[in-house]
């Protein structure tokens, strides 16, 4: 890839001689490149591109935005092995997964809307009502680091189905994705300044483009934190935002539940991509006089887990995808050992042989309080906390008893009393005995986890505005 030191606006790579960025391979900390840290007035043009852009592409057939998607389906999946590569260097994630879920899951997302657009309703009669859902106009997309074009086709692919354009300020951790993108998008039919890619410094270039009039909304996924302050400056121009954030999520295993299986999904569920998803289920919750059995068989399935290159064919665990990160998740492992949580497994110390790069052993603790630091706060890596619990209620009340509400599982031996926990959950989305990932279904948060909802037709319904005609 040519253009890691360049930005794309109105249609153009343009050469950026300001100050760089570097980008670091999470196994061993080397520099793989330099991305721009560009400047407020490069944000600036580049909204000014997709303001004018706004106009005609909102007006575009749907046809004519199919057109566009298919061309950037076949683009993702010809360069699927690149994508793969970059993402796994740069987030740790083990090149296999990395495969399915990194380059897979933006290819399978992008059929998904394509499969799905001819079928959504962009207008309906409502009475002597004609109802008409209508682009939402510019959009400035920020994304994290750790599903990097996963994230970015979320906000890309169905703003641009909506008729809405584009600025993409992506993670300057992990980048190169978005650039990947960025040059398929450039050989596609999408006309100039519809999508315009800016990297750089969150407090800079991000600031400018939730602060910028012409944005008339800003969708956003990455920590809370961020979040609140997207809120508050989207609040003052009354524009709108999506934001899905952090979260702390729950595994609830009923006393009539498989424990093995239970503790084997959650734990493989925590550790996916070294604990750096957003979704992980970060707390296991197991009745009190099953609480040294589980903390037992998640030693035992941590064992498995054993860190190491993630670009080696067998490795499970890869690092976390900076020295920043690691160190606050060993911070957090400390924390919970200061504190009198049990550990299990792992530690804070390195995993041995891997001195360079940003490795954490996979972390259990048992006995955690449930409002201990680490039972309360997204650490973000590969850590889990056993939490015994008391009765049913009890159980629910300490899955409910953080400010997320991002996702979660129940298991039990009777499917309808799973289901009937699962309801009490307040939580985006609940794993009900194993069920599976469906990308068509609505994904966001409750409370700190998020605002508003991505994939399917809700995350088409983020970018659109609704106007009613009295006929
Ligand atoms: P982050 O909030 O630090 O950064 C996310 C993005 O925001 C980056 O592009 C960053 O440059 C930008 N940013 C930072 N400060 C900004 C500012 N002042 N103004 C505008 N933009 C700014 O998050 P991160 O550390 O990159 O990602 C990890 C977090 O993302 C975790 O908390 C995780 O839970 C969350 N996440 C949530 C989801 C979800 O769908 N709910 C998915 C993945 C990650």
């Not at 993670?171 to 994705?177: G, L, Q, T, V």
């Not at 006309?191 to 890619?197: E, T």
Request: with cysteine; glycine share 10%; aromatic share 6%.
């Amino acid at each position: 890839m040519n253009n890691l030191s360049k930005l794309y606006i109105n249609g153009q790579w343009e050469d950026w001689n300001g100050e760089t960025l570097p980008v670091h391979e999470a196994a061993t900390g080397d520099v793989l490149a330099q991305v721009p840290a560009a400047a407020r007035s490069e944000m600036r043009r580049a909204i000014e591109a997709a303001h004018k852009a706004f106009e005609a592409w909102s007006e575009t057939t749907l046809e004519q935005r199919l057109s566009v998607l298919k061309q950037l389906h076949t683009g993702l999946t010809e360069r699927a092995g690149e994508i793969a590569e970059a993402i796994s260097r740069e987030v740790g994630m083990p090149l296999k997964l990395a495969r399915q879920i990194q380059a897979g899951l933006p290819a399978a997302i992008t059929e998904s809307y394509i499969k799905m657009l001819p079928d959504f309703a962009f207008s309906e009669q409502v009475g002597n009502s004609e109802v008409q859902y209508t682009p939402v106009g510019v959009v400035g997309c920020i994304t994290p680091w750790n599903y990097p074009l996963h994230q970015v086709i979320l906000k890309v692919v169905p703003a641009l189905a909506a008729g809405c354009t584009v600025v993409l300020k992506p993670s300057e951790i992990a980048p190169s994705s978005a650039y990947i993108l960025a040059e398929i998008l450039d050989r596609t039919d999408l006309p100039a300044g519809c999508f315009n890619l800016v990297s750089g410094l969150g407090q800079v270039v991000g600031d400018e483009l939730i602060k910028h009039p012409d944005v008339s909304m800003v969708s956003f996924t990455g920590s809370t934190r961020t979040g609140h302050l997207i809120a508050h400056a989207a609040a003052d121009d009354f524009k709108r935002y999506a934001l899905e954030m952090g979260g702390k999520s729950a595994s609830v295993v009923l006393p009539d539940a498989d424990l093995k299986a239970a503790v084997k999904g959650t734990v493989s569920n925590c550790l996916l991509n070294s604990g750096q998803t957003c979704t992980a289920l970060t707390r296991l919750l197991v009745p009190a006089d099953k609480h040294d059995e589980a903390c037992q068989l998640a030693a035992e399935a941590v064992a498995k887990m054993t860190p190491g290159n993630p670009m080696e064919e067998t490795t499970r665990l890869g690092p976390l995808a900076s020295a920043e990160q690691r160190d606050r998740v060993l911070d957090f492992i400390r924390i919970g050992v200061d504190a009198g949580a049990t550990l299990v497994a792992g530690g804070p110390e390195a995993p041995e042989g891997l001195d360079q790069g940003y490795f954490v052993k996979a972390t259990v603790f048992g006995n955690v309080d449930p409002d201990s630091k680490i039972a309360q706060e997204e650490i973000f890596g590969p850590v889990l906390c056993v939490i015994p619990y008391q009765d049913e209620a009890d159980a629910i009340r300490i899955a409910n008893g953080t400010a997320y509400g991002l996702s979660g599982a129940v298991w039990s031996g009777d499917a309808d009393k799973a289901k009937k926990v699962a309801g009490k959950l307040r939580t985006g989305q609940v794993f009900v005995n194993g069920g599976a990932f469906n990308p068509l279904a609505p994904f966001g948060g409750f409370g700190h986890s998020g605002v508003g909802r991505e994939f399917g037709k809700w995350g088409l319904e983020e970018f659109l505005e609704v106007r009613s005609l009295q006929l």
